[in-house]
């Protein structure tokens, strides 16, 4: 079945500096990886997603990058806000919408004023 | 966009009891509901898949008897923790999908078994 490694687990950055948290997927039939941002006593929140016919995507201040061949993608996050401290997962799946999600193990996200 | 109302976002019980956790899709139709469990500076953990109508499909390791999920509609699912005790005390959260639309999640339910 897919596994999804995410690192690092904890990363605090400078507010305004850019940050950037990554994850390896194994299954290489996977064709959608959604990004999710959760504040603490929330429900995740998705913040950008990516299928696989496209290498970059990207939303204001937020892009991902898929490499299908490496099987990784990557979670861009520039002029970082102070709002912008929460947990944050990646996930995948190959039926989007109809199959399960698998997570990664989540990275806090500390941006320091 | 789409919305998940998850009721309630918390809950205190006592050991022994049942409780209810209701998810709606409101502008939208999940003909998937996910369940997840998700402990302290944890993932997301699935408990249970769902489809409207049919019976939910478990993962590994979860007691199918004490986590009782309904999806009677395409816009309800229900997960009931039966005879709950301190042990599952914990933050569930479900997510609705439909093929190819992706997944929304709901707010989150916080229970506390004492």
């Known amino acids: 079945g897919e596994n999804v490694e995410q690192h690092p687990s904890t990363l605090s950055v400078q507010e305004g500096d850019s940050a950037v948290i990554k994850c390896t997927y194994s299954?290489?039939?996977?064709?959608?990886f959604p990004w999710y941002k959760q504040e603490l006593g929330k429900g995740p929140q998705l913040i950008i997603d990516?299928?696989?016919?496209?290498g970059e995507k990207k939303d204001q201040r937020i892009a991902v990058t898929l490499n299908k061949t490496a099987k990784h993608f990557s979670l861009h996050i520039t002029e970082t806000q102070p709002e912008d401290s929460a947990v944050y997962f990646c996930?995948?799946?190959?039926?989007?919408?109809?199959?399960?999600?698998?997570f990664g193990q989540g990275t806090r996200l500390t941006i320091n004023p | 966009g789409a919305v998940v109302s998850q009721h309630p976002s918390r809950v205190i019980c006592k050991s022994g009891t049942s409780v209810k956790i209701e998810c709606r899709s409101l502008?939208?139709?999940?003909?998937?509901m996910f369940w997840y469990r998700q402990f302290p500076k944890k993932s997301l953990m699935l408990m249970a898949t769902?489809?409207?109508?049919?019976?939910?499909?478990?993962e590994q390791g979860v007691e199918k008897d004490k986590f009782l999920i309904n999806h009677a509609s395409l816009t309800l699912s229900t997960l009931t923790v039966t005879s709950a005790h301190p042990e599952d005390s914990s933050f569930y959260i479900c997510?609705?999908?439909?093929?190819?639309?992706?997944?929304?999640f709901g707010s989150g339910t916080r229970l506390t078994v004492v």
């Open positions: 996930a995948a799946t190959w039926m989007e919408g109809a199959q399960k999600l698998v």
């Open positions: 299954d290489s039939a996977s064709n959608y």
């Open positions: 990516i299928r696989s016919n496209v």
């Open positions: 502008d939208f139709q999940a003909t998937t």
């Open positions: 769902s489809n409207e109508g049919s019976k939910a499909t478990y």
């Open positions: 997510s609705g999908a439909r093929s190819g639309y992706g997944y929304t």
